[in-house]
């Protein structure tokens, strides 16, 4: 699988073509958000290396509701979704603009579920987190997606497909979660790196599926053991990814980056498509 540097030099040849790549970023701590380090460096890097989006649609670990939802207004709010952190990381302010007949357009889309515009939502830390690093002079239009808790694996992996063509119209689409995700078992001697066995035996397994193209058994994971419940004891950190992987055509590479456990029960492992 990729290193970072190995991504970097791989970003550096990506074709400039009509259609957008999409990326699974595994986000981590929210203070990803603030920090220069190995994973906001890959998200600058990226931006760099990518055609220049119309806009940047978001398909957050954090807006999980009953229904499905679609920003709709003109200047999303910057959400502090969290507890417990520095003030600086409650005084970041992303104020990119939203877009609303993309939003209408989304909408429009989706015939598997009804797409409800939304006003009150805005960027969530899932969001902004990222972008903020890709896109500091918050120039570019972005929109957030919500994820509907009461939709099968396979009912996301089939409505992430309606939307493939917004990456014909310059739409950089992001799923943001993480692999494995489970808070309630973090370590904290492993904070700066390091996951248990069972982590890091489920990441190799994730990889090696996404690299097959084998998405099956990733829609159906709860068939995966008891590993895989233990990397994903709720769904919303995961779902994110199936969105990416829906959105690949058979023609496209893949790339592993980021590629990292850390906290012993997270993994920051995240997919370029494209």
Known sequence: MSTLAQFRNFTQRLPQTDLMPTIFIGHGSPMNGIEHNEFSQSWVDLAKNIPVPNAVLVVSAHWYTHGTFVTAMDFPTTIHDFGGFPRALFNVQYPAPGKPQL?????????????????????????????????????????????????????????????YALRKKGVLIIGSGNMVHNLRLISWE?????????????????????????????????????????????????????????????????????????????????????
């Open 103 to 163: 939003a209408t357009e989304i909408s429009g889309l989706v015939h598997s579920a009804d797409v409800a515009l939304d006003h009150d939502w805005g960027l969530d830390h899932g969001t902004w987190t990222i972008v903020r690093h890709m896109y500091p002079e918050a120039n570019i239009p972005v929109l957030q997606l919500s994820i509907d808790y009461t939709k099968s694996p396979a009912q996301h992996y089939e409505m992430a497909r309606e939307i």
């Open 190 to 274: 492993m904070m700066h790196g390091g996951g248990y066995d069972w982590a890091n035996e489920m990441n190799y397994k994730f990889k090696n599926l996404i690299a097959n193209g084998d998405y099956q058994p990733l829609i159906n994971y709860q068939n995966l053991g008891p590993d895989a419940m233990l990397a994903i004891p709720t769904p919303e950190h995961y779902l994110p990814l199936l969105y990416t992987l829906a959105l690949r055509n058979d023609k496209e590479e893949v790339t592993i980056f980021n590629d990292k456990a850390i906290g012993g029960s997270l993994t920051m492992t995240s997919v370029l498509v494209g």
